[in-house]
């Protein structure tokens, strides 16, 4: 697929300047020509032109705000000299695969101040003896080279990825994510207070309904009582009046 082509496909309808990510890997490249990329892409910020058929980076439009950049598997041999014009603020170059030979070949990058990590794999250039010790002799601002540090440690894969910072952005304020945590829990809370409340008002109804049953049977039982009290005293009064009518009787 030509590059132009492919650079519209990558863009779906989006307008150039808001494009913040490009990947153009495989696109043909006739004679180091970027048909297609050019100085509108002022807002991106990671560009993948893997196995383009670069032969020369002299096309490469003015990107200030490219951080990360891959061309790896072309046939670049120098002109790097243009990254620094071209690409000032890149933190990331992976140039593997290339035909880089000499380690002078970079030392145009020592005006990339951000630099951090860069990588040579497979380039003839790391088949020479003092080939690490050189690169990090030449570019003093290199953290990285090859994927490993100056002292040959391996870095977690956190360290090498400069789109960190993007996907905090993309994530939120720091504090946010914590604030929603909180905001959940607090709510988990109030439902089982909810519960809670709920549950101990319902066993408090039930104790009530007890209540309300033993009053009751109380209630009946003094009843009771009163009507077997009431039976007495009027069985008594019976009888009196009868030994009072027969005392009448003996009288007469």
């Given at each position: 697929?030509?590059?132009?082509?492919?650079?519209?496909?990558?863009?779906?309808?989006?307008?150039?300047?808001?494009?913040?990510?490009?990947?153009?890997?495989?696109?043909?490249?006739?004679?180091?020509?970027?048909?297609?990329?050019?100085?509108?892409?002022?807002?991106?910020?990671?560009?993948?032109?893997?196995?383009?058929?670069?032969?020369?980076?002299?096309?490469?439009?003015?990107?200030?705000?490219?951080?990360?950049?891959?061309?790896?598997?072309?046939?670049?041999?120098?002109?790097?000299?243009?990254?620094?014009?071209?690409?000032?603020?890149?933190?990331?170059?992976?140039?593997?695969?290339?035909?880089?030979?000499?380690?002078?070949?970079?030392?145009?990058?020592?005006?990339?101040?951000?630099?951090?990590?860069?990588?040579?794999?497979?380039?003839?250039?790391?088949?020479?003896?003092?080939?690490?010790?050189?690169?990090?002799?030449?570019?003093?601002?290199?953290?990285?080279?090859?994927?490993?540090?100056?002292?040959?440690?391996?870095?977690?894969?956190?360290?090498?990825?400069?789109?960190?910072?993007?996907?905090?952005?993309?994530?939120?304020?720091?504090?946010?994510?914590?604030?929603?945590?909180?905001?959940?829990?607090?709510?988990?809370?109030?439902?089982?207070?909810?519960?809670?409340?709920?549950?101990?008002?319902?066993?408090?109804?039930?104790?009530?309904?007890?209540d309300y049953v033993e009053e009751e049977e109380e209630e009946e039982e003094e009843e009771e009582d009163g009507d077997e009290d009431g039976a007495a005293l009027q069985g008594e009064k019976r009888k009196r009046d009868q030994e009072d009518e027969g005392d009448d009787d003996e009288d007469d």
């Amino acid at each position: 697929m030509e590059m132009k082509k492919k650079i519209s496909v990558e863009l779906k309808n989006r307008n150039p300047a808001e494009v913040v990510q490009l990947t153009l890997d495989g696109c043909l490249s006739c004679d180091g020509e970027l048909d297609g990329l050019t100085e509108e892409y002022q807002q991106l910020e990671s560009l993948s032109m893997i196995n383009v058929g670069l032969t020369s980076l002299a096309k490469l439009p003015s990107l200030p705000k490219l951080h990360k950049l891959d061309i790896s598997d072309n046939s670049v041999s120098g002109g790097l000299d243009i990254l620094a014009v071209k690409c000032p603020n890149l933190t990331s170059l992976n140039l593997s695969a290339n035909k880089i030979k000499d380690i002078n070949t970079m030392a145009p990058l020592q005006n990339l101040k951000k630099l951090r990590n860069l990588v040579l794999l497979t380039c003839e250039v790391t088949l020479l003896d003092d080939y690490r010790d050189g690169v990090f002799e030449l570019l003093p601002q290199l953290t990285f080279l090859d994927s490993y540090e100056q002292d040959g440690e391996v870095p977690d894969s956190d360290d090498l990825d400069d789109d960190d910072d993007d996907d905090d952005e993309a994530a939120g304020p720091p504090g946010d994510g914590d604030e929603d945590n909180e905001e959940e829990d607090d709510e988990e809370d109030e439902e089982e207070v909810g519960l809670s409340y709920l549950m101990k008002e319902g066993i408090q109804d039930e104790e009530d309904d007890d209540d309300y049953v033993e009053e009751e049977e109380e209630e009946e039982e003094e009843e009771e009582d009163g009507d077997e009290d009431g039976a007495a005293l009027q069985g008594e009064k019976r009888k009196r009046d009868q030994e009072d009518e027969g005392d009448d009787d003996e009288d007469d």
